[in-house]
């Protein structure tokens, strides 16, 4: 049961199912408004995607913010706030793998189970549970710790939408 805090009661107030979906999208909206504040020290990185399913190489701007902060040594955390899209790290040469990624996910998860989540994107939640929401680099001079071959990708599993990746960089 949630509850919630007013100024008119004493004590907080048990909200109903559809009371609390109501609070939910009020809110929801309210933050879309007024625009979400960035906490310090962390990047939003937003685009579009282009199609339903698409692994999307963010590697270069994920570099270029890292050695925009000149940070010698740490960590930079990326992560997906999303439900219907995920983060990896593999090869970034070959187009093919990721052709090849999206081709066993979805041999993985059909689209044609007998799902019960009734918005049709059920595929999409499993895709990105198995992913993933969030990537861990490590930086060393100033640089991503990344094999050669490798790159990190947004997956997308319910595109073509409007997304956004965060970015925090924590100095050693």
């Not at 965060?166 to 100095?171: A, C, H």
Request: charged share 20%; with cysteine.
């Amino acid at each position: 049961m949630l509850y919630l805090r007013t100024y008119f009661y004493s004590q907080d107030v048990p909200l109903s199912r559809p009371r609390q979906k109501f609070f939910f999208f009020y809110f929801q909206g309210l933050s879309a408004i007024l625009g979400q504040e960035t906490p310090k020290g962390m990047r939003t990185f937003e685009f579009k995607t282009h199609a339903k399913e698409e692994l999307v190489d963010i590697t270069s701007v994920v570099r270029d913010e890292v050695e925009s902060r000149g940070i010698a040594s740490g960590i930079c955390v990326v992560y997906a706030p999303h439900t219907t899209a995920g983060l990896i790290i593999n090869e970034n040469a070959d187009p093919d793998v990721r052709k090849d990624i999206l081709m066993a996910l979805r041999s993985i998860v059909p689209d044609s189970l007998p799902y019960l989540h009734t918005e049709g994107n059920s595929p999409g939640h499993v895709k990105s549970s198995i992913t993933g929401a969030s990537v861990t680099v490590m930086i060393e001079n100033g640089r991503l710790i990344l094999g050669v071959w490798q790159g990190i990708f947004f997956c997308e599993f319910d595109g073509p939408r409007q997304r956004k990746v965060y970015i925090k960089i924590t100095p050693a």
